[in-house]
């Protein structure tokens, strides 16, 4: 469990903004149209707004991508916000020292949008447990919900997961490097080690050497025409033989 120092966070999360749209989390007025929460999506409330938000999302993704096959895009859904909710959590930790309740009824999601436009916070209030936030509050029942209505190895969804904090690290760690904040940096690598160390993402994948990173499993991306594979896929080129990627 990682845990954090309270600081006040601002109604805004102003701090992120310099970060870039990826990290960015709307708190200000409201969103365009009235949209599901995230808890809507994970199965844990009753929509209001859309039946099904997360089925919504993969077959944007598989328009958007030509995805072969729908588990495909599936992963690739999962991913990407997996890699939001790291991004805005982890930013938040870095420079607050403390991230916002991201509680899944007070987060609301567009889930035919993209950052910063998809996320929304409805109310800043704090939170300390950065994997109680994002891992449990987040990834588990994301990951419940999609392997619910796809064939996905739990293996596949621990990678994508670790895959998505270790791309949200390095590009803290870049911005950090570039502004002279070398403590946001430091806190960030502390923070990202521990977490790849909780029994959620423990043995997903590894930091190499040269700062990439590495993991266990395939997010299924080479299966998307003309796809290649991932600066991280543990596989060096796009397999041939074999129909299913490893699953960690």
């Not at 064939?151 to 870049?174: C, D, I, K, T």
Request: with cysteine; glycine share 10%; hydrophobic share 45%.
């Amino acid at each position: 469990m990682v845990l954090l120092l309270f600081v006040d966070l601002d109604a805004e999360l102003a701090a992120l903004r310099p970060l870039g749209g990826f990290f960015l989390l709307r708190t200000a007025g409201r969103p365009p149209r009235p949209l599901p929460a995230l808890a809507d999506a994970y199965g844990e409330t009753q929509p209001e707004v859309h039946p099904d938000p997360l089925m919504l999302r993969v077959r944007k993704v598989a328009d958007g991508i030509r995805a072969p096959e729908a588990r495909v895009a599936a992963s690739i859904a999962h991913q990407g916000l997996a890699a939001r909710l790291w991004s805005v959590a982890l930013g938040c930790a870095a420079l607050y020292g403390t991230v916002p309740d991201l509680d899944p009824r007070l987060v609301r999601w567009d889930p035919e949008a993209t950052a910063p436009d998809d996320l929304w916070l409805t109310e800043v209030r704090p939170g300390t447990d950065l994997a109680a936030a994002v891992l449990v509050g987040h990834l588990r029942p994301l990951g419940a919900a999609l392997r619910a209505r796809y064939p996905l190895a739990p293996g596949l969804l621990r990678g994508n997961a670790a895959s998505a904090l270790a791309g949200a690290a390095r590009q803290l760690e870049r911005w950090a490097a570039a502004h002279d904040r070398p403590e946001a940096a430091a806190r960030a690598r502390a923070l990202t080690a521990g977490l790849l160390a909780h029994p959620d993402l423990a043995g997903a994948g590894r930091f190499l050497p040269s700062g990439g990173f590495r993991r266990r499993s395939c997010c299924l991306y080479y299966r998307v025409p003309a796809g290649g594979v991932c600066g991280d896929c543990c596989f060096p080129s796009p397999p041939r033989s074999s129909p299913r990627a490893p699953s960690g």
